[in-house]
């Protein structure tokens, strides 16, 4: 195995706090490795660095191969490219107009989804759906095909068909893979190795998702059971320097009584106070050791409290849609499309990039009406939005100052809020800028769990989370006895979460009851019954190309055989070193060349 490139006890600061502080571990060529961690935790940062954008302000990357090209997909699903050693150099503006590489990006747009790209007009390239900017960016990084890629959030806003896409390609694609990335069934089907970023330090694991969260659970129990194990020596340690402290004191106060002892007396319970003072000095010395040397108690991980109060209920169908239609501009998102909602469902919205699922919502919300058809919402029942957008707001204002409070009752409970969603007094007093994606998430959060609203509307929540994070959330989600719709790529949120799917597929909605696990298992099963008929059809279409082939072959073999025949049959007909014969002679030597070549 060959090191693609090492990174020796990176750090990184940003003012007066270290994000990175002793970052060690190397990256083999054609390795798939999965950065987690936290959401602040630095993984960016360190992307950034591998990268070349970033400094650093302590450490080395040693690469040990030179001009690897590099293609960095970004969380926003903007992507450059480069050759590191040659920062100057900006091949993808070069290949932007090489005809290659735009047959590629059309042809892989094309795989995503995405037909006749090329042929889009203005308006509809304005106003592409977050999934659709993130496919093409992955068309334009696939249609480069670089050495080495590194992809920060991939699949945020990619719908089943384009995750499912993705996983397939990293699973050709012959270069090495930096994947951060929090969707958990993702990285159980495309990484082979997890890098955690843990309190600035990077933590291996060799595994995918779950073997990560298996083992990790693993070494923390081995940990906490070391470490008491070794509270319970110290404890015992200290119990013997008490124990040896009362036999010095009694040996101290014998030899110190002169008139009831002799000379002798008293130099004995001299010595015998002087050795418990040995002894006890030998055990502080251990109990010091251990404190230096010996194994910390393990940290858990960050407390985050999704805390949703409970909705009250009434009445049965709180959404009810008849015969809906919505066309966007030229194109039909949906038509002759009727569903209902239960109060107190999970359902899930599930369907390809630009179908019209963040469309619906807006219509919900009231936000866009119909073109035909009727929505009915239950005027009973507010509403609470987490939309895909990012805070608008004064990058320099207070996190804390984002909320409105007049009673300090008030600005306790946010507080205390904010606290269950990970931010502690100095994080409550950071500027909004300073955050992360997944910290702004979570103070959006906070935002909708303040109005108390009986039926969540969450479109891609997950988006920027960490897993931790999302973990809690699901559990929230579950636990809530509200109404929830919900807008998620995540395969393993609908899953564990969703009861009922909305699906939108051919210009349709359609209500599907039963799990989601079922219905995603069954597209599971279609799609790889599809791919095998697809791979059958090719398989076919090349023996049929095959056997064409060794027909055309044979043809010209006897060809070539009938001329070798009639050239030797006129050699006797011209006499040694003529022009006709020399003529002939050379057209032999031709004809068995050629059929040198055939065999």
Known sequence: MTVLFSCSKVKKEFGETTILKDINFEVVEGDRVAVVGINGAGKTTMANIIYGTLGMDGGSILWYKKDIEIGYLHQQGNYSHKTFQDTKKDNFSNKGEDINFKEDFYQISSELGMEKVSQWEEERLSNLSGGEKMKIALANIWALNPDFLILDEPTNHLDYGGVQWLIQELKKYRGTILIISHDRYFLDESVNKIIEVKDGKAEIYKGNYSFYREEKQRRYESQLHQYQIQESMKEAIRGEIDRLGNWSDKAHRDSRKKEQLGI???????????????????????????????????????????????????????????????????????????????????????GDNGCGKTTFLKILLGDETLDKGEIFISSSVGKGYLSQETLDVDKSMKVIDLFNFISRAEQGKIRTLLANMGFDEKMINKPVGTLSLGELTRVRMTKLILNNEELLILDEPLNHLDIYSREKLEEALLDYNGTILVVSHDRYMLQNLCDVLLVFKDNKIIRVNGSAKEYLEGLDK?????????????????????????????????????????????????????????????KFKELIEQRKRFS
């Open 526 to 586: 279609a799609t790889q019954g599809n791919s095998e008929v697809k791979e059958n059809k090719i398989s076919k279409e090349n023996q049929e190309e095959n056997i064409l082939k060794e027909r055309k072959i044979k043809e010209e073999k006897l060809i070539i055989e009938n001329e070798i025949a009639f050239v030797l049959g006129e050699f006797s007909k011209y006499a040694f070193g003529s022009k006709e014969y020399e003529e002939l002679d050379k």
């Open 264 to 350: 002798g007396k008293k130099e004995y319970f001299r010595k015998k106070a002087k050795k418990k003072d040995k002894q006890i000095k030998s055990k502080i010395k251990r109990l010091e050791k251990i404190d230096v040397t010996g194994i910390d108690k393990p940290k858990e991980d960050k407390k985050i409290n999704f805390g949703f109060q409970e909705a009250s209920l009434k009445g049965r169908r709180i959404i009810e849609g008849k015969s809906m239609e919505k066309t966007y501009g030229n194109r039909q998102l949906f038509s002759h499309s009727s569903f209902y909602v239960k109060r107190g469902e999970k359902v899930g919205i599930f």
